[in-house]
């Protein structure tokens, strides 16, 4: 079961990823996570990747499938995987479709964690975290006890940069342009399932494991 997770920023797909993951005993296989264990391991794919990340460039797709296919050709990627982040491209999907194709293989489906824009800007906008203990909360749905101050360590909680109004318009705007093209690549290839992701994490999930065992 190779399965991709597709969705906006903040649409809780990466959420889903892990829940699928933990379910079926399957990686889940993240992009940033695997740069970051190359790079780490000092590999020959992570010291190349590096090269581009220092110099603040992106990193070619060539590259980054590389490094990707050398992440599920192993053992534990036998009987599946979720991948996360990737591709967020069509050219990154084309690149990706072509490897996979000369090793006689393929993903099986493309899942599709649907929430309107307005929804997602409500949702991180909402967010606060603590910056000295880390705990993060948010004021609808997970609120401190005392308004703007940390359960844990007494600490203001902030709105960090990332989920203010006007940043998460901005990376939504590349994700429509960008990466939602991708759904209707999806959709060609007959394997697109999208779920609404507007309902409560649980309810999402066991849409998602309905599309999976059907």
Known sequence: MKIIMLGAPGAGKGTQAIMIAEKYGIPHVSTGDIFRANIKNGTELGREAKKYMDQGLLVPDEL???????????????????????PRTIPQAEVLDKALTEMEDAIDVAVNVD???ENIIRRMSGRRACLSC??????????PKTEGICDHCGQPLVLRDDDKPETVKNRLKVYHDQTQPLIDYYAGKGILRTVDGTRSMNDVFAAIVEILEK
């Open 134 to 143: 880390g705990a993060t909360y948010h004021i609808e749905h997970v609120p």
């Open 115 to 117: 929430v309107p824009d």
């Open 64 to 86: 980054t499938v590389k490094i990707l296919l050398d992440r599920v050709a192993k053992e534990d990627c036998q009987k599946g995987y979720v991948l996360d982040g990737f």
